[in-house]
């Protein structure tokens, strides 16, 4: 080995890690490893408070719509996540509304009246919230 040989990766240049912030690369990433898709938290409970922040005019139904529909896919990732106790009275009484409501949602279309798809989009807001507490309650680890 002569003096004059470069040591291999010498002339890369050097910059700083990034590290994937758009959940799209997040999900490609995961699914690449054959890892299970961890449960955002943080999204669902900024979508449950933007849900249930109280507007006196009726928001726009395009908004209750997607609103209600992202709620809807929040709610039912928790409930095949879900693998706690459903023996307690309380916990079988929040799978049946939740239930119920996931039923509910699919008699919802166009022709229903604003203030029943914003009632149906809050009580939606309720109940994920409440399967978050019983979630962090029963000291589940964040998947």
Excluded at 14 to 43: E, M, Q, V
Aim: some cysteine; proline content about 7%; glycine content about 4%.
């Amino acid at each position: 080995m002569t003096s004059n040989r470069r040591t291999p990766g010498a002339h890369w240049r050097k910059r700083p890690l990034r590290f994937a912030k758009d959940s799209r690369t997040l999900h490609r990433l995961l699914a690449a490893l054959n890892r299970p898709l961890p449960i955002d938290f943080a999204t669902i409970s900024r979508t449950v408070a933007q849900a249930l922040d109280f507007q006196l005019p009726l928001p726009e139904r395009a908004w209750v719509d997607a609103t209600t529909l992202t709620l809807r896919g929040h709610l039912q990732l928790l409930l095949s996540e879900y693998d706690g106790d459903t023996d307690a009275p309380s916990s079988l009484a929040l799978h049946r509304d939740a239930y119920r409501l996931l039923e509910l949602c699919g008699t919802f279309d166009a022709t229903t009246p604003p203030l029943h798809a914003y009632e149906l989009m809050r009580a939606l807001a309720e109940t994920t919230r409440s399967f978050v507490d019983l979630h962090e309650a029963a000291g589940e680890p964040d998947r």
